[in-house]
């Protein structure tokens, strides 16, 4: 499967290659062994990271597509079809990233409507989300060949306004389950300190939001230092905003008014948000140009090409990563009282540990009914027999329901490629970034304002699940 990956490459002398090698990552087999070799993890769970690693090469595959040897293979094997203003070539790069990302993009937007309305691994159509690797492998490479027989002017459109568009949601949509997560863990921890009275987990609590505090604090300071001297207005303005938000949060989340209307609230949801901006802060300042001397970083980096594979790689995996959280827990947003996060009847780790409680009952019910003589004495042997004929795999934990809905995890993908295709593209815009070989993904002042602006979101999403029950109190009333 990995020689098919290779096949859209081997025009290129010397990347097809290295391609098979990299495509390889990402073959049928590759994913087939993936979903095999997980184990108990269970089939949704092996699927997950099987889409996860399609994910991350073919971000990959689009980054090398911004190099200039990739970018002058790409004006030799259009045969000028690219007839847009381009003076610098670049635009080959920006297209061809675009059209990568696009390829993926539909792909999951088809299967999303093909797989509507599944609900259990027993559905037909639920074959389609947990098998058939090579087919979709296959389907995946056509779309990007046949992306490249589409007219330029589209993805001149589509880069510009739908890809900006979807990659703004998705960044979004993850900094709602961030909040979302901030809830859960302190009311995890709270419910265990009520239930057990355990000093474990107050010390896990306790600890756990002093170590985010000073977490906060110390990224603070490198911030100030580092990255606020002489005349660097733009990372002075952010760090201190940064900061007075998570002082503004630390206060509100124990005024008396936010704690009447929600007791749980309190400093462990705001370390964590608070922590988490203060990070994306400093990432922002930290992967600016340094046109104005404000980021030390690159002027201190010895092997170049090094860090700049090694940030994208790990930037990418993180996009990978989020993906597949996101996608799973989308769906109980907004259905608890007083804060978003997801019922447990939605948490993969329950259902993964209820399916098996549930086939011992019935198993339990089986035995009572053969010793009252109400059921043969088969009726057991058929029952496992039923059992292993429905399932697709020895540690099917979808048989009864899935866990998570197909058609949105797939919509996920689909916004996560925007999401890849923007931030890629965000470094040829003659910023200068591109004096490598490979392109530093992130290194603009557009990316860093997209970080600043998202931490500073995300600090008003908490706010706002912080006063809703005092402004909106008949909407939270049980």
């Known amino acids: 499967m990995g020689a098919l990956l290779s096949i859209p490459m081997l025009a290129l002398p010397g990347v097809g290659t290295v391609m098979s090698v990299a495509a390889s990552c990402c073959g ?4 087939s062994m993936v979903c095999s070799a997980c184990g ?7 699927t997950r990271i099987a889409y996860a690693l399609l994910l991350l090469v073919n971000s990959i595959l689009a980054w090398i597509m911004l190099t200039p ?3 002058e293979k790409l004006q030799h094997l259009t045969l000028d079809y690219v007839k847009i203003n381009c003076p610098t070539g670049q635009c080959y790069g920006w297209l061809a990233v675009h059209r990568i990302n696009f390829a993926l993009g539909l792909f999951h937007l088809i299967f999303a409507g093909l797989l509507f309305g599944v609900t259990s691994s027993k559905n037909p159509r639920a074959a389609l989300q ?6 979709k492998i296959i389907a995946w490479i056509a779309f990007i060949v046949l992306s490249f027989l589409i007219p330029d002017q589209f993805f001149q459109f589509w880069g510009n306004y739908i890809s900006f568009l979807g990659g703004m949601l998705f960044l979004i949509l993850g900094l709602i389950l961030l909040v979302d997560l901030a809830h859960t863990w302190a009311e995890y921890c709270l419910e265990k300190i009520e239930n057990t009275d355990s000093r474990f987990w107050r010390v896990v609590l306790i ?3 002093l170590g985010m505090y000073l977490g906060s604090l110390a990224m603070t300071i490198i911030q100030y230092i580092f990255f606020a001297q002489g005349d660097c207005a733009m990372n002075q303005a952010a760090i201190t905003i940064n900061l007075l938000f998570w002082l503004a949060i630390s206060f509100i989340s124990v005024h008396p008014s936010v704690q009447e209307y929600n007791p749980k609230a309190g400093l462990a949801q705001a370390a964590m948000v608070a922590v988490y901006c203060t990070y994306l802060t400093m990432s922002a300042v930290s992967m600016e140009p340094d046109d104005k001397h404000c980021n030390p970083l690159i002027r201190a980096q010895g092997t170049r090409t090094t860090s700049v594979v090694i940030g994208a ?3 990418m995996l993180t996009v990978a990563y989020t993906t597949t959280r996101a996608a799973t827990q989308t769906l109980g947003l907004g259905n608890n009282k007083g804060g978003i996060r997801l019922p447990e009847d939605d948490d993969e780790h329950n259902l993964v540990t209820q399916q098996p409680a549930r086939r011992e009952m019935r198993a339990e019910v089986l035995r009572r009914a053969v010793e009252e003589g109400s059921l043969p004495a088969d009726a057991l042997l058929s029952d496992d027999e039923d059992d292993e004929s429905n399932s697709s795999t020895p540690h099917d934990d979808e048989r009864s329901r899935t866990q998570y809905d197909y ?3 797939h919509i996920i993908f689909f916004l996560a490629t925007c999401w890849v295709a923007s931030l890629l593209t965000s470094s040829t815009e003659g910023d200068g970034s591109n004096d490598g070989d490979f392109a530093k993904v992130g290194r603009t002042y557009w990316a860093s304002w997209v970080k600043i602006i998202s931490a500073w979101f995300c600090y008003c999403l908490y706010i706002w699940t912080l006063v809703a029950p005092v402004v909106l109190p008949e909407r939270f009333d049980s």
């Open 28 to 31: 049928a087999a590759t994913c």
């Open 40 to 46: 108990k993890c269970g089939n949704s769970v092996a």
């Open 69 to 71: 040897w990739a970018i």
């Open 130 to 135: 947990n098998g058939y690797w090579g087919p």
């Open 207 to 209: 600890g756990s939001t």
């Open 313 to 315: 790689i790990v930037t």
């Open 407 to 409: 058609s949105v995890f």
